[in-house]
């Protein structure tokens, strides 16, 4: 009879995919609520927003001095470069090229494989850890039109991993059926205003390299397809409706 293998990995830890967003901030959140152990994994592939990857350490150190008992359980920050996934892409998130719809209904900001080696990548580093539990912000409420963030890609994922590396990672997508406002809201859950204020004073969003000056939902140029998603959410979490 075939032994059963024991599962090696830890299902009290996690490990969150984590860009320094206001998605990823508040899939940080949810996973300090609910694991014992966390680490973050960052991916550095020649976005044009690399000032994203400066303002995840702002985002974690704020998280740490404003919220002691999840400084606790945040643990190791991983940090890939992934360099070769900008020099295969052509698309407005990796090149000078303004932002637009394709032919085929995707926005050239479409990273091909840019989730799949995500999570792919973020499974190898958690296996090495331990980790049972990967997070990340992947949602296919809000309309973005990226085939790589819908529920059943990730899922049909979950399982090509566990058979692949011979584990029983889960892997969480706690915004995947949320709106922008819910995804506010699940915020204000989590960490009340002071969660809310410091995703809006430290995370970046905005596809170009632009902090700006601060408007009431946080800092970017306001014009691109990630400011005015992440605007309408927030207008509309305050004023307390849908923003679909
Ligand atoms: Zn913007």
């Known amino acids: 009879m075939r032994a059963i293998k024991p599962l090696m990995n830890d299902a009290r830890s996690a490990l969150v995919l984590f860009s320094g967003g206001q998605d990823s901030t508040t899939c940080l959140a949810w996973a300090l609520e609910r694991f014992a152990h966390v680490e973050t994994v960052a991916f550095d592939?020649?976005?044009?927003?690399?000032?994203?990857?400066?303002?995840?350490?702002?985002?974690?150190?704020?998280?740490?001095?404003?919220?002691?008992?999840?400084?606790?359980?945040?643990?190791?920050?991983?940090?890939?470069?992934?360099?070769?996934?900008?020099?295969?892409?052509?698309?407005?998130?990796?090149?000078?090229v303004a932002f637009a719809m394709e032919k085929d209904g995707l926005p050239n900001s479409f990273v091909p494989g840019r989730n799949l080696l995500f999570f792919t990548f973020a499974a190898a580093v958690a296996w090495r850890r331990n980790i049972r539990n990967l997070v990340g912000g992947m949602c296919e409420t809000d309309f973005s039109g990226y085939p790589d963030c819908r529920d059943n890609t990730i899922k049909a994922l979950q399982v090509t991993l566990n058979l692949g590396m011979d584990r029983a990672f889960v892997l969480h997508t706690p915004l995947m059926w949320l709106d922008k406002?819910?995804?506010?809201?699940?915020?204000?859950?989590?960490?009340?205003?002071?969660?809310?204020d410091l995703i809006l004073e430290h995370t970046h969003t905005c596809y170009d390299s632009v902090r700006g000056t601060r408007s009431n939902w946080g800092y970017g140029c306001g014009e691109c397809p990630a400011c005015a998603l992440r605007k309408r959410g927030f207008i509309a979490w305050r004023e307390g409706r849908p923003s679909l």
């Open 181 to 196: 406002a819910e995804t506010w809201g699940l915020a204000n859950e989590l960490g009340g205003p002071p969660l809310v």
């Open 45 to 96: 592939y020649r976005q044009r927003h690399r000032i994203e990857l400066d303002q995840r350490l702002v985002v974690l150190d704020q998280i740490r001095q404003a919220f002691p008992h999840w400084a606790e359980r945040l643990g190791e920050d991983h940090f890939i470069d992934m360099g070769v996934l900008g020099q295969i892409s052509d698309t407005s998130l990796t090149r000078d």
